[in-house]
């Protein structure tokens, strides 16, 4: 026999003590867990989505930890704000005269 035989042979029957262990329901939900639409709301201003308005400025929904911002971008003035002031809107929602 020759060398290249014998050593074939030994790696051929190593590699079969390492074979694949069954892939149980449990792997499967685990590795569920980790697809996109599981972890998006885990990451935080990773998705910019523009919205073009008829001038030049454009405005995209930035997720944020605890909800979601919206923010305005001027691309000739190269600016960029937030559309809505919420301290603002809180404030003036409090101050409201319910009578």
């Known amino acids: 026999m020759s ?17 694949q262990e069954e892939v149980t329901l449990e792997d499967y939900q685990r590795a569920e ?17 523009p919205n073009w308005l008829k ?18 971008v001027d691309a000739v003035k190269k600016t960029r ?4 002031d919420h301290r603002r809107i809180a404030d003036a929602i409090s101050n409201k005269d319910t009578t």
Request: proline residues 0%.
């Open 81 to 84: 704000k937030a559309a809505v």
């Open 33 to 49: 867990s980790f697809l996109s639409v599981n972890t998006r709301s885990l990451i935080l201003k990773a998705k910019v989505t």
């Open 3 to 19: 060398k290249t035989f014998i050593i074939f042979t030994i790696i051929i029957f190593s590699i079969e003590g390492y074979a």
């Open 55 to 72: 001038d030049s400025r454009m405005w995209y929904q930035n997720t944020v930890d605890g909800g979601s911002d919206l923010i305005i």
